[in-house]
Protein backbone atom coordinates (compact mmCIF):
# COMPACT_ATOMS: atom_id res chain seq x y z
CA UNK A 1 0.00 0.00 0.00
CA UNK A 2 1.39 3.57 -0.34
CA UNK A 3 1.36 5.20 2.58
CA UNK A 4 0.80 9.03 2.55
CA UNK A 5 2.11 11.21 5.47
CA UNK A 6 0.58 15.16 6.38
CA UNK A 7 2.25 17.53 7.67
CA UNK A 8 1.94 19.36 10.08
CA UNK A 9 -0.92 17.31 11.69
CA UNK A 10 -2.31 20.81 13.26
CA UNK A 11 -1.12 24.04 12.42
CA UNK A 12 -2.40 27.40 14.24
CA UNK A 13 -3.00 30.77 11.84
CA UNK A 14 -4.75 33.84 11.46
CA UNK A 15 -7.78 35.16 9.41
CA UNK A 16 -5.86 36.71 6.65
CA UNK A 17 -2.51 34.31 6.75
CA UNK A 18 -1.39 32.12 4.28
CA UNK A 19 -0.61 28.72 4.92
CA UNK A 20 1.03 25.38 3.30
CA UNK A 21 0.42 22.11 4.14
CA UNK A 22 2.46 19.03 3.08
CA UNK A 23 1.74 15.82 1.71
CA UNK A 24 4.33 13.24 1.00
CA UNK A 25 3.92 9.71 -0.60
CA UNK A 26 6.02 6.49 -0.08
CA UNK A 27 6.43 6.39 -3.07
CA UNK A 28 5.95 7.96 -6.49
CA UNK A 29 2.20 8.87 -7.47
CA UNK A 30 2.66 10.65 -10.24
CA UNK A 31 0.03 13.76 -10.18
CA UNK A 32 -2.64 11.22 -8.99
CA UNK A 33 -3.45 13.38 -5.53
CA UNK A 34 -6.70 15.14 -4.44
CA UNK A 35 -7.03 17.64 -1.03
CA UNK A 36 -10.43 17.65 0.48
CA UNK A 37 -11.75 19.67 2.76
CA UNK A 38 -13.80 18.34 6.38
CA UNK A 39 -15.69 20.51 8.39
CA UNK A 40 -17.01 19.02 11.72
CA UNK A 41 -20.17 16.39 11.14
CA UNK A 42 -20.17 17.25 7.52
CA UNK A 43 -19.26 14.77 4.70
CA UNK A 44 -15.54 15.89 2.84
CA UNK A 45 -15.29 18.35 0.20
CA UNK A 46 -13.01 18.08 -2.61
CA UNK A 47 -10.80 20.86 -3.42
CA UNK A 48 -7.88 19.99 -5.89
CA UNK A 49 -7.56 17.04 -7.64
CA UNK A 50 -4.81 15.72 -10.43
CA UNK A 51 -2.45 17.83 -7.86
CA UNK A 52 -3.26 20.56 -9.32
CA UNK A 53 -6.41 21.01 -10.52
CA UNK A 54 -9.05 23.45 -8.80
CA UNK A 55 -12.52 21.86 -8.52
CA UNK A 56 -15.53 24.06 -9.99
CA UNK A 57 -16.71 26.67 -7.28
CA UNK A 58 -13.65 26.40 -4.91
CA UNK A 59 -12.31 29.77 -4.10
CA UNK A 60 -9.32 30.78 -5.76
CA UNK A 61 -7.27 31.56 -2.75
CA UNK A 62 -6.32 27.11 -2.68
CA UNK A 63 -4.41 26.13 -4.66
CA UNK A 64 -1.86 23.04 -5.28
CA UNK A 65 0.82 22.08 -6.85
CA UNK A 66 3.80 18.91 -6.93
CA UNK A 67 4.13 15.83 -8.32
CA UNK A 68 6.00 12.38 -7.62
CA UNK A 69 6.17 12.10 -4.16
CA UNK A 70 5.57 15.82 -2.38
CA UNK A 71 2.52 17.21 -2.52
CA UNK A 72 1.62 21.13 -1.17
CA UNK A 73 -2.29 22.45 -0.70
CA UNK A 74 -1.65 26.67 -0.05
CA UNK A 75 -4.83 28.60 1.05
CA UNK A 76 -3.94 32.13 0.52
CA UNK A 77 -5.18 35.16 2.93
CA UNK A 78 -7.38 32.42 5.25
CA UNK A 79 -11.05 33.11 5.97
CA UNK A 80 -13.38 32.28 8.92
CA UNK A 81 -14.69 28.95 7.32
CA UNK A 82 -10.58 27.59 6.30
CA UNK A 83 -10.35 26.46 9.92
CA UNK A 84 -11.00 22.77 9.59
CA UNK A 85 -9.21 19.96 8.44
CA UNK A 86 -8.02 19.11 5.20
CA UNK A 87 -7.01 15.74 3.95
CA UNK A 88 -4.92 14.16 0.57
CA UNK A 89 -5.52 11.07 -0.98
CA UNK A 90 -3.76 9.07 -3.57
CA UNK A 91 -5.84 7.36 -6.29
CA UNK A 92 -2.20 6.06 -8.29
CA UNK A 93 -2.28 2.20 -6.55
CA UNK A 94 -5.90 0.35 -7.09
CA UNK A 95 -6.28 0.41 -3.32
CA UNK A 96 -7.05 4.48 -2.40
CA UNK A 97 -5.44 6.08 0.96
CA UNK A 98 -5.05 9.48 2.41
CA UNK A 99 -3.34 10.72 4.52
CA UNK A 100 -3.82 11.55 8.27
CA UNK A 101 -5.37 14.74 7.93
CA UNK A 102 -4.40 18.79 9.38
CA UNK A 103 -6.05 20.60 11.19
CA UNK A 104 -6.31 24.06 11.46
CA UNK A 105 -7.14 25.85 13.72
CA UNK A 106 -7.17 30.15 14.54
CA UNK A 107 -4.22 31.34 16.79
CA UNK B 1 -29.54 18.61 -7.52
CA UNK B 2 -26.56 16.14 -8.19
CA UNK B 3 -26.91 13.86 -4.78
CA UNK B 4 -26.22 10.85 -2.94
CA UNK B 5 -28.34 9.47 0.28
CA UNK B 6 -26.79 6.73 2.53
CA UNK B 7 -29.17 4.68 4.07
CA UNK B 8 -29.20 1.49 6.42
CA UNK B 9 -26.76 1.97 9.25
CA UNK B 10 -27.92 1.00 12.38
CA UNK B 11 -26.52 -0.54 16.01
CA UNK B 12 -25.28 -4.37 15.23
CA UNK B 13 -23.57 -6.78 17.69
CA UNK B 14 -20.03 -7.98 16.37
CA UNK B 15 -20.28 -10.76 14.24
CA UNK B 16 -23.41 -9.59 12.60
CA UNK B 17 -24.53 -8.30 9.27
CA UNK B 18 -25.63 -5.15 7.69
CA UNK B 19 -26.17 -3.63 4.39
CA UNK B 20 -25.70 0.04 3.42
CA UNK B 21 -27.42 1.55 0.36
CA UNK B 22 -26.55 4.95 -1.47
CA UNK B 23 -29.50 5.81 -3.63
CA UNK B 24 -28.37 8.65 -6.50
CA UNK B 25 -30.00 11.04 -7.92
CA UNK B 26 -29.44 14.40 -10.65
CA UNK B 27 -26.87 12.19 -12.59
CA UNK B 28 -26.13 9.49 -14.91
CA UNK B 29 -25.54 6.96 -12.34
CA UNK B 30 -24.32 4.21 -14.66
CA UNK B 31 -21.86 6.50 -16.24
CA UNK B 32 -19.61 6.65 -12.90
CA UNK B 33 -17.64 4.48 -10.51
CA UNK B 34 -18.49 4.67 -6.97
CA UNK B 35 -16.93 4.05 -3.75
CA UNK B 36 -17.49 3.95 0.19
CA UNK B 37 -15.11 5.68 2.50
CA UNK B 38 -15.48 5.56 6.41
CA UNK B 39 -14.50 7.78 9.18
CA UNK B 40 -13.99 6.14 12.58
CA UNK B 41 -15.43 8.37 15.55
CA UNK B 42 -12.98 11.43 16.05
CA UNK B 43 -10.21 9.61 13.33
CA UNK B 44 -9.41 10.47 9.64
CA UNK B 45 -11.03 9.25 6.49
CA UNK B 46 -10.34 5.31 5.28
CA UNK B 47 -11.39 4.41 1.77
CA UNK B 48 -12.83 1.49 1.44
CA UNK B 49 -14.03 0.17 -1.43
CA UNK B 50 -14.53 0.70 -5.36
CA UNK B 51 -16.24 -0.33 -7.81
CA UNK B 52 -16.20 0.42 -12.04
CA UNK B 53 -19.30 1.69 -13.79
CA UNK B 54 -20.21 -2.17 -14.95
CA UNK B 55 -19.13 -4.15 -11.85
CA UNK B 56 -16.13 -5.17 -14.00
CA UNK B 57 -13.76 -3.57 -11.51
CA UNK B 58 -13.47 -4.23 -8.04
CA UNK B 59 -11.31 -3.09 -5.01
CA UNK B 60 -11.17 -3.50 -0.95
CA UNK B 61 -8.96 -1.79 1.54
CA UNK B 62 -7.32 -5.30 2.96
CA UNK B 63 -9.35 -4.76 6.26
CA UNK B 64 -12.13 -5.86 4.58
CA UNK B 65 -11.65 -7.91 2.26
CA UNK B 66 -13.38 -11.23 2.79
CA UNK B 67 -16.07 -9.34 4.89
CA UNK B 68 -17.81 -6.53 2.86
CA UNK B 69 -19.08 -6.88 -0.96
CA UNK B 70 -19.66 -3.86 -2.90
CA UNK B 71 -22.42 -3.71 -5.66
CA UNK B 72 -24.50 -1.41 -7.68
CA UNK B 73 -28.01 -1.41 -9.48
CA UNK B 74 -27.70 0.97 -12.27
CA UNK B 75 -31.36 0.70 -13.13
CA UNK B 76 -32.11 1.39 -9.77
CA UNK B 77 -29.17 4.04 -9.30
CA UNK B 78 -28.40 2.12 -6.18
CA UNK B 79 -25.04 1.58 -4.72
CA UNK B 80 -24.94 -1.11 -1.87
CA UNK B 81 -22.37 -2.37 0.91
CA UNK B 82 -23.16 -5.68 2.27
CA UNK B 83 -21.14 -6.08 5.55
CA UNK B 84 -20.63 -9.38 7.14
CA UNK B 85 -18.45 -10.23 10.57
CA UNK B 86 -18.43 -6.96 11.54
CA UNK B 87 -16.10 -5.76 14.18
CA UNK B 88 -16.05 -2.95 16.72
CA UNK B 89 -13.51 -1.24 14.81
CA UNK B 90 -15.87 -1.13 11.81
CA UNK B 91 -17.59 1.22 13.73
CA UNK B 92 -17.55 4.44 12.06
CA UNK B 93 -19.71 6.80 9.79
CA UNK B 94 -20.01 5.27 6.18
CA UNK B 95 -19.84 7.77 2.92
CA UNK B 96 -20.76 6.95 -0.72
CA UNK B 97 -19.14 8.98 -3.32
CA UNK B 98 -19.05 9.09 -6.76
CA UNK B 99 -16.09 8.92 -8.84
CA UNK B 100 -14.52 11.07 -11.77
CA UNK B 101 -11.93 11.23 -14.10
CA UNK B 102 -11.18 13.80 -16.40
CA UNK B 103 -8.93 11.69 -18.47
CA UNK B 104 -8.94 7.96 -17.32
CA UNK B 105 -5.77 8.35 -15.50
CA UNK B 106 -6.48 10.62 -12.60
CA UNK B 107 -9.86 9.82 -10.25
CA UNK B 108 -11.20 11.96 -7.67
CA UNK B 109 -14.50 11.76 -5.12
CA UNK B 110 -16.31 15.01 -5.95
CA UNK B 111 -19.61 14.14 -5.05
CA UNK B 112 -20.23 12.19 -1.27
CA UNK B 113 -23.34 11.52 0.46
CA UNK B 114 -23.88 12.85 4.26
CA UNK B 115 -22.78 9.25 5.70
CA UNK B 116 -24.30 6.49 7.78
CA UNK B 117 -23.24 5.78 11.21
CA UNK B 118 -22.58 1.97 11.80
CA UNK B 119 -21.67 1.21 15.61
CA UNK B 120 -20.90 -2.36 16.13
CA UNK B 121 -20.96 -2.98 19.72
CA UNK B 122 -22.71 -5.46 22.44
Known amino acids: DIQMTQSPSSLSASVGDRVTITCRAS??????LNWYQQKPGKAPKLLIY???SLQSGVPSRFSGSGAGTDFTLTINSLQPEDFVIYYCQQSYSTLWTFGQGTKVEIK | EVQLVESGGGLVQPGGSLRLSCAASGFTFSSYSMTWVRQAPGKGLEWVSYISTSSDTIHYVDSVKGRFTISRDNAKKSLSLQMNSLRAEDTAVYYC???????????????WGKGTTVTVSS
Open chain 2, 97 to 111: ARVSTPNYYNYYMDV
Open chain 1, 27 to 32: RSISTN
Open chain 1, 50 to 52: AAS
